[in-house]
């Protein structure tokens, strides 16, 4: 990944026609996507989702759709954490483990990696993980020899219907990208604060610039302005050809702040996530060829020749990535709200949501209750009750616990042979699967002081980082869902009756967003007064 001054980062930037922003958010909504401030000025038309001969249809069921989840986090906040107390939900219980490989490794067409003893899982566990449980499926295999799915007694999340969380194990180069993207994050933010660095200001000052309709970029020093957290959002700018050596990361300020090796480290870890992310989106949404014109992996889209002509001399801000990574380092709370949330509860506009697992915790995800029984600040029950449940921290799968999951390869967990990875599905994931998965809910709080510490002030606070990338549908106008051939996986499940047994399935959505732009859904979805 090139590294670019800080002055021919303005001037590229300038050539993608993309404006610059010093200012910071002024607000962040609640599916994590930040709202500029009232300054930023529009893009141009080449930005915009383009229009279709469907796009000024209504989608009465789609805006229900947003409203439904937006109730769903309300109700949510009802819901209570009970870590350590005697029958609690745990990690364990509720939070599916994965093992997986990238693509592009030389293990990856092997099903068994002898040399680190490590089982790839496989489409059918993908999907089982993260599919809702109340009417939970498994593949049959009849007589012929021919695969089917069916519904299944078994569930992956114990007493609770699904997250729409699981956790990855990663091993061997895989694993070293993630401690990279980490290694990435945490020298970014010791730069930002070293008053010597004179790259600091320079990132600083860049700010928050909109690339596109709900797509930013930028360092953002004090969120909200409510000294809770600090965000960095980098979108990548992909080369024409399949090489990613060329691949631009934007900011480009970033570069000059961490330096070749470290940037390049992070670019790894980067298209590791996505790798992975595109793999599970497609496992369970039993996509094919399809996959690449839907799923922003990071790639340019010219590189898929069955879907666009080259145009190598393209500059049109469209072709930078509507996934993005995003750093978080969140500040030490003050005394008098230290028990509060740095990030309420809230869900992610996209397939997917992948984060290494922090070395602090304080991610908790929603684990609705299976059978409407549990503890909430509210009474209730019936399918669709979601104060129901508790509240949970992934946490890495325990040796002993869970042994085909533990870090143990060939030595010892803290041997550094595998990595993990927290795994949430978003809004775009419950979409497309028509109800089969739940998008996490999910929320941060920050550590509180311990008991007998004294005074808050003077406890040593660590700040926590945190590194997720979000996975998102492409922007172009060769990202149109055709629900009929992309969205196999889910008319399989509906053959079976497994969405339309389901809690989040809602009858005729799917059908009334055949035919358009993916990403347009986003507006949709959050303009809830329509």
């Given at each position: 990944m090139t590294v670019f001054t800080t002055s021919l980062s303005l001037l590229v930037l300038s050539a993608f026609n993309l404006p610059i922003h010093g200012s910071a958010f002024s607000a962040i909504s609640v599916d994590n996507i930040p709202i500029p401030s009232s300054s930023a000025s529009a893009p141009s038309s080449s930005?915009?989702?383009?229009?279709?001969?469907?796009?000024?249809?209504?989608?009465?069921?789609?805006?229900?759709?947003?409203?439904?989840?937006?109730?769903?986090?309300?109700?949510?906040?009802?819901g209570v954490h009970r870590f350590g107390m005697l029958d609690a939900y745990t990690s364990g219980e509720t939070i599916p483990s994965l093992d997986m490989q990238c693509t592009d490794t030389e293990e990856y067409n092997d099903y068994i990696n002898t040399a680190n003893n490590f089982e790839v899982s496989s489409r059918s566990e993908i999907r089982e993980a993260f599919r809702e449980s109340s009417a939970p499926i498994k593949t049959v295999v009849g007589m012929n020899g021919v695969?089917?799915?069916?519904?299944?007694?078994?569930?992956?999340?114990?007493?609770?219907?699904?997250?729409?969380?699981?956790?990855?194990?990663?091993?061997?180069?895989?694993?070293?990208?993630?401690?990279?993207?980490?290694?990435?994050?945490?020298?970014?933010?010791?730069?930002?604060?070293?008053?010597?660095c004179e790259y600091g200001d320079a990132v600083k000052d860049v700010g928050v610039f909109r690339i596109a309709n709900n797509v930013y970029a930028g360092f953002d020093e004090n969120v909200n302005g409510e000294d809770k957290m600090q965000f960095l959002d980098t979108r990548i700018f992909p080369s024409v050809d399949d090489s990613t050596e060329n691949d631009v990361l934007v900011p480009m300020e970033v570069g000059n702040l961490v330096g070749e090796e470290s940037l390049n480290n992070a670019h790894r870890g980067m298209k590791t996530l996505l790798?992975?992310?595109?793999?599970?989106?497609?496992?369970v949404l039993g996509m094919d060829s399809s996959a690449e014109k839907l799923i922003d992996d990071g790639t340019h889209v010219n590189q898929h020749s069955h879907l666009n002509e080259p145009q190598p001399d393209s500059m049109a801000s469209d072709n930078v990535s509507n996934s993005y990574h995003?750093?978080?380092?969140?500040?030490?709370?003050?005394?008098?709200?230290?028990?509060?949330?740095?990030?309420?509860?809230?869900?992610?506009?996209?397939?997917?949501?992948?984060?290494?697992?922090p070395e602090l915790p304080g991610l908790e995800v929603w684990c609705p209750s299976k059978s409407g029984e549990g503890y909430g600040e509210e009474e209730g029950g019936g399918e669709r009750t979601q104060s129901i449940g508790e509240w949970v921290r992934p946490i890495m799968p325990f040796e002993g616990l869970e042994s085909s999951k533990s870090c143990n390869i060939g030595n010892t967990k803290e041997s550094g042979d595998c990595a993990y990875?927290?795994?949430?599905?978003?809004?775009?994931?419950?979409?497309?699967?028509?109800?089969?998965?739940?998008?996490?809910?999910?929320?941060?709080?920050?550590?509180?002081?311990?008991?007998?510490?004294?005074?808050?002030?003077?406890?040593?606070?660590?700040?926590?980082?945190?590194?997720?990338?979000?996975?998102?549908?492409?922007r172009g106008k060769e990202a149109l869902?055709?629900?009929?051939?992309?969205?196999?996986?889910?008319?399989?499940?509906?053959?079976?009756?497994?969405?339309?047994?389901?809690?989040?399935?809602?009858?005729?959505?799917?059908?009334?967003?055949?035919?358009m732009h993916l990403w347009s859904a986003h507006d949709i979805v959050h303009n809830h007064n329509k």
């Amino acid at each position: 990944m090139t590294v670019f001054t800080t002055s021919l980062s303005l001037l590229v930037l300038s050539a993608f026609n993309l404006p610059i922003h010093g200012s910071a958010f002024s607000a962040i909504s609640v599916d994590n996507i930040p709202i500029p401030s009232s300054s930023a000025s529009a893009p141009s038309s080449s930005t915009e989702v383009p229009n279709n001969t469907n796009s000024d249809k209504d989608r009465p069921l789609l805006r229900q759709f947003g409203r439904g989840i937006k109730q769903r986090v309300h109700d949510s906040t009802k819901g209570v954490h009970r870590f350590g107390m005697l029958d609690a939900y745990t990690s364990g219980e509720t939070i599916p483990s994965l093992d997986m490989q990238c693509t592009d490794t030389e293990e990856y067409n092997d099903y068994i990696n002898t040399a680190n003893n490590f089982e790839v899982s496989s489409r059918s566990e993908i999907r089982e993980a993260f599919r809702e449980s109340s009417a939970p499926i498994k593949t049959v295999v009849g007589m012929n020899g021919v695969q089917s799915q069916q519904p299944s007694s078994h569930s992956p999340h114990g007493r609770s219907s699904g997250s729409g969380c699981s956790i990855v194990r990663l091993t061997g180069e895989d694993a070293t990208s993630i401690r990279g993207l980490v290694d990435y994050a945490n020298k970014f933010f010791e730069r930002v604060d070293n008053i010597n660095c004179e790259y600091g200001d320079a990132v600083k000052d860049v700010g928050v610039f909109r690339i596109a309709n709900n797509v930013y970029a930028g360092f953002d020093e004090n969120v909200n302005g409510e000294d809770k957290m600090q965000f960095l959002d980098t979108r990548i700018f992909p080369s024409v050809d399949d090489s990613t050596e060329n691949d631009v990361l934007v900011p480009m300020e970033v570069g000059n702040l961490v330096g070749e090796e470290s940037l390049n480290n992070a670019h790894r870890g980067m298209k590791t996530l996505l790798d992975i992310g595109s793999q599970i989106t497609v496992a369970v949404l039993g996509m094919d060829s399809s996959a690449e014109k839907l799923i922003d992996d990071g790639t340019h889209v010219n590189q898929h020749s069955h879907l666009n002509e080259p145009q190598p001399d393209s500059m049109a801000s469209d072709n930078v990535s509507n996934s993005y990574h995003r750093l978080v380092r969140y500040l030490k709370p003050k005394e008098n709200n230290g028990g509060d949330a740095a990030f309420q509860a809230h869900v992610d506009s996209s397939f997917l949501t992948l984060i290494p697992m922090p070395e602090l915790p304080g991610l908790e995800v929603w684990c609705p209750s299976k059978s409407g029984e549990g503890y909430g600040e509210e009474e209730g029950g019936g399918e669709r009750t979601q104060s129901i449940g508790e509240w949970v921290r992934p946490i890495m799968p325990f040796e002993g616990l869970e042994s085909s999951k533990s870090c143990n390869i060939g030595n010892t967990k803290e041997s550094g042979d595998c990595a993990y990875v927290i795994v949430m599905a978003g809004e775009f994931l419950q979409l497309a699967s028509d109800g089969c998965v739940p998008t996490c809910i999910h929320r941060v709080i920050p550590p509180k002081p311990p008991l007998s510490a004294g005074t808050f002030d003077n406890i040593k606070y660590k700040p926590r980082v945190s590194a997720p990338l979000f996975l998102r549908p492409r922007r172009g106008k060769e990202a149109l869902l055709n629900v009929g051939t992309d969205l196999q996986q889910s008319t399989l499940a509906s053959a079976f009756n497994v969405a339309s047994n389901g809690i989040y399935h809602e009858k005729g959505l799917l059908d009334e967003c055949d035919e358009m732009h993916l990403w347009s859904a986003h507006d949709i979805v959050h303009n809830h007064n329509k």
